[in-house]
């Protein structure tokens, strides 16, 4: 056998294993996958938001007082939406990266459903495709795309979710 034929027999090898590691798992069910998200998105609203948006509160009125009090008393204004909303994105990024990567594709609600991310190759996600994957969950509608086939965050980021017992 020549280097050509070796390297391609190596090749097949190698995607051969990647399909067979794909194919031993069963996909996640809608159902399944809308439990995710709403555990998910409770635990972050009421939990993680708590958390982070006193950390900036009591940073923003050390740092600045008049600023801090202002936009608490008049809670309509831009500012205070504007530092809502970026909390809201930064909680996304951070419980979405770091679950699924620190805990192999989990989190609280994939836990409880007995589901996981993976990448469509079967292997473990890496820190880039759940960072990929969290920042996909901020596209307008993404929520809906769960209905279709493959939500964007899957599609986007080569990933998916799957059963995992």
Not at 14 to 26: D, G, R, T, V
Not at 102 to 126: H, M, N, P, W
């Amino acid at each position: 056998m020549d280097n050509n034929q070796q390297h391609t027999s190596e090749v097949e090898s190698i995607f051969s294993e990647k399909m067979h590691n794909l194919a031993q798992y069963e996909q996640a069910t809608k159902g399944q996958r809308a439990v995710n998200l709403i555990v998910d998105n409770i635990l972050m609203s009421w939990g993680l938001s708590y958390i982070t948006g006193t950390a900036v509160g009591y940073l923003l009125g050390t740092l600045f007082p008049e600023y801090t009090l202002r936009i608490v008393e008049k809670q309509d204004s831009i500012d205070f939406f504007m530092i809502t909303y970026l909390v809201a994105i930064f909680n996304y990024l951070i419980y979405y990266t770091i679950c699924e990567k620190a805990f192999r594709g989990y989190t609280l609600g994939k836990l409880i459903t007995g589901t996981r991310a993976v990448r469509q190759d079967g292997g473990e996600l890496t820190i880039r495709d759940a960072f990929l994957r969290s920042l996909s969950r901020l596209a307008p509608f993404e929520p809906f795309s769960g209905f279709g086939d493959s939500p964007w965050h899957d599609s986007w980021t080569k990933t998916t979710v799957v059963k995992a017992r």
